[in-house]
C-alpha cells in the first residue's frame, strides 16, 4: 500500500462472514485476516478494514456507545454492466436496499453486505 490507497473502516457482526462476502462476491483480494476481530481486502487502490465487536475499533465509546454496522455511508464501486452484476448478485442471494435508478450521471442501486454495511454499484452513463 502507498498514498493513493484509500482506506475505509466497517463495522461488521462476523468478519470471516464479511471477508468471505467482499472477495466472493464483489472482486475484493484477502490482505490480512485476524478473524474474529479483523481482516482487510483489498480491490485496486481501495483498502477495506473489516472490524468485528472483538476489533480494538469495536470498543465502547466513554459514554458507553458502542459502534456497530449499518447506516447510509458507503463504499461505492464502479460496474460495467449493472443489469448483469444485480443479476449475478441477486442469484447468490446478496440483499438490496433499493432497485436500480437512473439519473444524469448514470445507474445505481445499494446492496447490504453481511452485517448490513451498504455498497453502492454504479454504472456511469455512456458505459
Known amino acids: 500500500m502507498n498514498d493513493s490507497t484509500v482506506h475505509v473502516r466497517y463495522l461488521v457482526d462476523d468478519v470471516q462472514a464479511a471477508a ?7 472482486g475484493f483480494t484477502r ?7 479483523f481482516a482487510d481486502v483489498v480491490r485496486g487502490n481501495l483498502r477495506l478494514l473489516l472490524s468485528g465487536p472483538q476489533s480494538s475499533a469495536g470498543r465502547p465509546m466513554p459514554d458507553g456507545t458502542r459502534p456497530g454496522p449499518g ?3 458507503r463504499i461505492h464501486l464502479l460496474v ?19 432497485e436500480v435508478i437512473s439519473g444524469p450521471g448514470g445507474r445505481q442501486i445499494v446492496l447490504d453486505d453481511p452485517a448490513g454495511n451498504p455498497v453502492e454499484l454504479f454504472q456511469p452513463a455512456g458505459t
Do not use: C, M, Q
Request: net charge negative; glycine share 8%; charged share 25%.
Open 80 to 98: 460495467d454492466d449493472i443489469d448483469g452484476e444485480v443479476k449475478r448478485l441477486r442469484a447468490a442471494g446478496v440483499a438490496f436496499r433499493s
Open 71 to 73: 447506516g447510509w455511508n
Open 20 to 26: 468471505d462476502f467482499y472477495t466472493a462476491h464483489l
Open 31 to 37: 490482505n490480512t485476516a485476524f478473524p474474529p476481530a
